[in-house]
């Protein structure tokens, strides 16, 4: 019975299985990039990002059909073009970076919608807008396993800085720590986790491994190796959990996925022990008494 609830379509799909398995490399990688997102108070930028990607996904998929190779490149380039164009304005006028990247994604997920419902149909629009994870094959594993290296060896050398930068960017900038190139380093690994995720999961859905676990994990521990590993394993958990959910429920399995993460950071909310709602109502009927 456990083995059939639990395991069974696993073993008996190899279209799961895949799934499985990119999830897990998925959240390898958006975990820890979701983390620093949140400690830097730049968990919107995340979502804007996710949706500066499509136009460039929108473009080579009209040129070059649903190709995995050409629709990443597209993505990763546009998502790029976004960074570097939100941080010129950035410098150049008295907008705030959070102004800039929201304006660029708004243009940028116009932009792309308007390509593919021009140039496609609904169920590519669906299709690039919600991903298909259970459609995720070897090539797509190659490069989704890829991402997660990459940025798991990235993180591993700016993880100094980025800390540092999460909670005193003024003495980076007066000890000459590389501030500024640790954070465009930064916002290239978060490009690049979402073009990953879009693979999966689609534009509209791929922020969400990155930012859910993130915010719970934050209502759980105080000392940041705490917070990736309970990010990390979130994420991971929400990535099996949901493939079941789908697969036994007949449910989309992108959204059973982002759904899970969704209930484990309402529960977090709810039973944190740093924040957490019955955390806060306790302390205050102890000190009431």
Known sequence: M??????????????????LVGCLALALGCAPIGLFLVLRRMS????????????????A??????SLTAMSLGGLLAGLVVVLAAGAVTRSTQLKEDASFAAFYLVSLASGVLLVSKWGNNVDLMHILFGSVLAVDDMALCFLAGVASITVLTLAVLYRALVVESFDPEFLRATGGGGAWAHFGFLILVVLNLVAGFQAL???????????????????ARELP?????????????????????YHADLPSGPAIILTAGLAYFASLGLGRHGGLLGRWLRGRHLEA
């Not at 990002?49 to 499509?54: E, F, G, K, P, T």
């Not at 922020?207 to 719970?216: D, I, K, N, R, T």
């Open 2 to 19: 456990l083995y059939d609830l639990f395991w069974q379509p696993f073993a008996d799909f190899a279209f799961m299985r895949h799934a």
């Open 44 to 59: 919107l930028m995340g979502d804007a990002m996710s949706h500066a990607i499509l136009p460039g996904a929108a473009i």
């Open 61 to 66: 998929f009209i040129a070059f059909g649903l």
């Open 202 to 220: 689609g534009t509209l859905m791929a922020v969400g491994l990155m930012m859910l676990p993130a915010a719970s994990a934050r209502l759980w």
């Open 226 to 246: 705490a917070m990736l590993a309970i990010a990390l394993g979130i994420a991971l958990l929400s990535a099996y959990i949901g493939l079941l959910l789908s």
